[in-house]
């Protein structure tokens, strides 16, 4: 088996003693649903003690072909704690079986966040939206697909608006109003650089520039007007995430040393705004809407049986930002926000993917999931 992501170690101890054997089933198996290591995922069988030589008895659910009970095999369950225990076959008749107690192996710390294996449920995620890159107010220059949206539409601006720059967030030092702009996510309008009153603005959408200098307003007031600028606009392009997190990704600005920049010009950037916003989302957003397969679940993520190598490349590719649509029942669905956590290769070129829920009660469906699982976990 090849990990393409370590997990943490987990620690064991061993039980060799078929009465030990015996008891640790009783406390932790009696009747239950294990998984046998080698078989198709979604083969379960119910594990039962037999006395007065303790023997395990199988009993599969549906018979199977006589060769896929090996003479020694593994089962397994993963729910609070990771148990595994080597048998020997005695007798199968393709539905039930009794097997001589090997050994055992059990974690020795119960799991934090209890895992429920549900390959065999019909139990599907699907319409999974995945950034290509991470853009959040963490963010310190904008990434490539940012960078080829704005090269694209800079063209058809500065046709329309010869004097307007159009900037890319970047690591740098900037201006004061830059710096506003880029930090409020307000747009900075002084209509008359040589008027007060002007700085300042009621509307929500506008940065009251007066009030955010404060005590600096003078000092702002005199530098702007030495450079001889008679109106301004500086105007922030905000992206949207799949989480709804808004960052500013760049900034229109705008200087006229001999008219009034018009509020025509604003319905115009807002609608250029609007334009960049969707060409970057469409670029850095991937979409993969075939249902796939869950084959674990908990409080806190979720595993995924991935066969198409096209898909995992995509998974592979694009680990920081996912939101999916989880489909436990035909009737139930909830669309949550989660990033790859770990990515593995079984048997037969099949991929495990775990992914990793994020936010608390607040993040949209989060809740309805954990009220969910802890009614399996019960």
Not at 317 to 343: G, M, Y
Request: glycine fraction near 4%; charge should be positive; aromatic fraction near 10%.
């Amino acid at each position: 088996m090849k990990h393409l992501k370590t997990h943490e170690k987990r620690e064991f101890a061993d039980v060799t003693d078929p009465k030990q054997i015996s008891y640790l089933i009783e406390q932790y198996l009696d009747k239950k649903k294990v998984f046998v290591k080698g078989l198709p995922l979604g083969t379960t069988a119910e594990l039962e003690i037999l006395y007065p030589n303790p023997v395990a008895k199988l009993t599969f659910k549906e018979p199977l072909p006589q060769d896929y009970i090996r003479d020694e095999i593994t089962i397994f369950t993963v729910v609070k704690r990771y148990i595994e225990i080597s048998l020997v076959k005695s007798s199968f008749d393709r539905t039930t079986g009794e097997f001589e107690l090997v050994n055992a192996r059990i974690a020795n710390s119960v799991r934090e966040d209890p895992r429920i294996d549900v390959r065999s449920e019909d139990f599907f995620a699907e319409n999974f939206r995945l950034s290509k890159y991470s853009i959040n107010k963490n963010m310190k220059s904008a990434p490539i697909c940012v960078q080829v949206s704005f090269d694209a539409l800079r063209p058809k601006i500065i046709e329309e608006f010869p004097n307007c720059t159009l900037n890319i967030l970047e690591e740098d030092v900037y201006k004061k109003d830059v710096h506003a702009v880029l930090k409020t996510q307000r747009i900075l309008y002084i209509k008359d650089v040589h008027d007060p009153i002007t700085y300042a603005s009621s509307n929500s959408d506008f940065l009251d520039y007066g009030k955010y200098l404060g005590l600096k307003f003078d000092q702002e007031f005199e530098a702007l007007n030495r450079e001889d600028i008679k109106s301004l606009l500086v105007y922030p392009i905000i992206y949207t995430n799949l989480y709804g997190e808004k960052t500013s990704i760049g900034y229109f600005k705008m200087i006229s040393k001999n008219d009034f920049l018009s509020e025509h010009i604003l319905s115009r950037l807002k609608e250029y705004s609007h334009v960049l916003s969707s060409n970057v989302r469409d670029s850095n957003t991937q979409i993969i809407k075939e249902a796939h397969k869950v084959v674990n679940i908990s409080r806190k993520g979720i595993q995924i049986q991935v066969k198409d190598p096209k898909f995992v490349s995509i998974f592979q590719s694009n680990k920081n930002e996912v939101v999916l649509d989880v489909k436990p029942k035909p009737t139930f669905r909830l669309s949550l926000f989660a990033k790859i956590a770990t990515i593995t290769k079984g048997n037969d070129n099949i991929y495990n993917i775990g992914m990793q829920f994020i936010g608390g009660e607040s993040i949209r469906g989060l809740s309805d999931w954990q009220n969910f699982v802890n009614k399996l976990v019960m």
